[in-house]
């Protein structure tokens, strides 16, 4: 992912290839790169600088659907360590995000990628999603709702999770995924937009559980689920479908 405000993505790839970098275009995202032949992230001086965020293309496609517009405010509800969040506010020049998660670890990880980039329109809360905020009641423009799931489309990044994993697991999961989805779908504006996701591919948690809110909320949803598979669609395993709150 390139920050295109400080820097165009044609300086960005002539300066990676200087550095014995290989770059390829994203074909499915705009500003976004693919980069390989280089020892360590941190030896790049545009990751260092804060030009470059690294992000897989599934997640940045959950953005491209969210589609956030000039003067937003979106919410990420689960965000740690913030990569759509950082992707929705290099799209912004106006318009704000708001990054929460659970833990003082989890917003401490955001709040060190903000100031890598050098954003200044995103703030950090600490914040249980399960619980409500009722001062964020119909505040949103945009809530993204990536929720805790099963991990079984980044399988071959995380091999352990197999050995975490079985039917019981998977519905404690659907279940908490119905419980935030319960609470923070208030948090949206009417005619406003919830993006729910997971990095997985089990019925339960991703199908099973966007029709159930649909029926139970006042939400429609807009285009069809698209359920991406690793070694197919050349990203991650992700679900991702995009409501929106009825007027």
């Known amino acids: 992912q390139v920050d295109t405000d400080r820097s165009s993505v044609e300086e960005i790839i002539a300066s990676l290839e200087q550095q014995g970098i290989t770059v390829r275009r994203n074909e499915q995202v705009e500003r976004a790169l693919f980069l390989s032949g280089y020892e360590a992230l941190d030896e790049i001086e545009e990751f260092e600088n804060g030009l470059l965020y690294v992000q897989d293309t599934a997640s940045m496609l959950a953005v491209e659907l969210a589609a956030p517009k000039q003067g937003d405010h979106v919410i990420d509800v689960c965000a740690a360590p913030g990569g759509k969040s950082m992707n929705v506010a290099l799209k912004l020049t106006d318009g704000s995000v708001e990054a929460r998660d659970l833990t003082p670890l989890k917003t401490q990880l955001i709040r060190e990628n ?102 139970n909320f006042p939400f429609i949803r807009e285009g069809s689920a698209k359920q991406l598979l690793p070694g197919i669609d050349g990203t991650d395993g992700f679900f991702m479908v995009k409501f929106r709150k009825k007027l």
Do not use: M
Request: net charge negative; proline share 4%.
């Open 114 to 215: 903000i100031a890598r980039l050098g954003l200044d329109n995103i703030s950090v809360k600490e914040w249980d999603a399960r619980v409500s905020d009722t001062a964020s009641k119909e505040s949103a423009d945009i809530v993204l709702a990536d929720l805790p799931c099963s991990g079984l489309g980044i399988i071959g990044r995380k091999p352990d999770i197999k050995y975490h994993t079985d039917v019981e697991k998977i519905e404690q999961l659907a279940s908490l995924q119905r419980e935030i989805l319960t609470v923070v779908q208030e948090y949206v504006k009417p005619g406003g937009t919830l993006v729910y996701s997971t990095c997985t591919i089990s019925r339960p948690e991703n199908e099973e559980n966007a029709a159930w809110f649909e029926k």
